[in-house]
Structures are given as C-alpha cells and as structure tokens.
C-alpha cells in the first residue's frame, strides 16, 4: 500500500469487540476502494496501520471473507475479492429496475420539502464539480440518491438498493472520475428531478433507468481504462484467471 493508501488508525473506545471494529474499518476501506480490489493483505501492516496486534486483524479478515470482501488462498497469502463483469452487469441490471420504480414512485409521494432539498442538492453538486472536489461529490452524490429512496416511501424497496449499493460502492469514484461522467450525471440528476416534480411517474421511470443504464456503461469503460492505467485487474472477465483462481 502505497502512502496515500495507508489506513487510519481506529478508535479504541467503541463498546463493540476490538475484531468488530477492526473489521469495520476494513470493510469501509474496501468500499471506499483504499484498499483496492486484487490487493494484497498484509496482517503485520494492516496491524501497524491500525494500531492494534496481528489477532483482531486475523479475526477481521476470516468475518470478511465470510462476507465475500477477501479471499484466502492458501500458501499465496490473503486478497482484496474482485468482481466479475457479471457481478457488475448483475447488480445493475437488478438496481436499473428498482431505482426506476423508486423514481415513478417519488413522483407521486415525494413531498415539497424533499423536492426543495433534490433542488439544493443539485446545486450543491454543480459547485463541488466546479470546484474538482471528488470527495464531497461522492458524498453529495449519496444524499441525493437517498432523498430519491426516501421519497418513494417503500422502506423495503429502500433496503434493497442500499444493500445492492453497497456492492459497488467501492468503484464509484473510479466511475465518477471517467473524463464527461460529472457532469452528464448532473444533467441526468436534473431530468430525474424535473419529472417528479411534475409528477410525471411514467416520464420519471424512464429518465431513472436511462440514468442506471448510463452509471453502468460509464463504470465498465472507467474500470477498463484504471486496469490499462495500472496493470491490475479490477474485475474478473471470463476465460481469464484472476488472482483468486490462479493457484
């Protein structure tokens, strides 16, 4: 792990056990893609990084792979899991058809305060584009796709997503940073909310799925363009071995 990867070390006064929390802090950096996927992990350094011993990281690490966040491969040593190109197309095509329903579904129940903050939030984004500040981009980002949950007023429709989300957070700002995807998202973020606030269900579906449809074009070509970048593999394609397959 290079320097600008390096971990933070945790907090020692949570009330969860040492392994929980250890395991949380690596779950969030496998998201957040600190630590990327193909990465090796290295028990004595992810230990120094976080400022505990080697035992609550080894206790992390078999949660994790229970979890399918890492690999074990025995004598090779312990990696980040990649994805296959089927994992990606998998969960868009799932997440294309609910956050379209949550759209439609927004546009019938969303009320003028929730409106009033997409609006604000649009704004928001505009600015943090302008001012090349990824981090609250990706931050603003969220809200927004949040509200839009919130808004449809189906709690499990809103577990759902997040949970399919959540598979993919790890790639989203290689995804936000492909050269035109800011602002076209901003642009798509608009169409979405000038049909709810129309009220137009049928008209807020179809910009919905049209801006999932978009998000997973965009996520493909940047983790193709990263893996020519870097040499790496980001996700598993067929007929290739990735490191987990390799013995």
């Known amino acids: 792990m290079g320097q600008e990867m390096k971990l933070a070390p945790i907090r020692l006064d949570s009330y969860q056990p040492l392994r929980e929390v250890v395991a949380e802090a690596l779950r969030d950096a496998i998201k957040s893609g600190t630590l990327a996927p193909g990465q090796r992990l290295m028990e004595i350094q992810l230990a120094e990084e976080l400022g505990v011993s080697r035992t609550p990281v080894r206790e992390a690490i078999r949660k994790l792979e229970l979890e399918g966040y890492v690999v074990m491969m ?18 868009f095509e799932i997440r294309t058809a609910l956050d379209s ?55 499990r429709l809103v577990g759902i997503i997040s949970n399919l989300r959540e598979q993919l957070t790890r790639f989203r700002t290689i995804s936000m940073s492909y050269p035109g995807r800011l602002k076209a998202t901003l642009e798509e973020h608009r169409a ?11 008209h807020a579906r179809k910009v919905g799925a049209r801006h999932m449809e978009n998000s997973e074009k965009t996520l493909l070509y940047a983790i193709e363009e990263q893996e020519k970048k870097t040499g790496t593999t980001l996700v598993k394609r067929k007929g290739k071995k990735s490191q987990e397959d390799a013995e």
């Open 74 to 91: 025995p004598r090779r040593g312990t990696y980040v899991a990649n994805l296959s190109i089927r994992d990606v197309n998998d969960v």
């Open 101 to 155: 329903l949550a759209c439609a579904l927004a546009a019938e129940r969303i009320t003028e305060n929730e409106l009033e903050s997409l609006q604000r939030l649009l704004v928001a984004i505009g600015g943090q584009i302008e001012a090349g500040d990824m981090e609250k981009i990706v931050e603003t980002d969220m809200r927004f796709h949040d509200l839009l949950y919130q808004a449809s007023r189906n709690t």
């Open 192 to 202: 979405i909310v000038d049909a709810i606030g129309s009220g137009d269900a049928r």
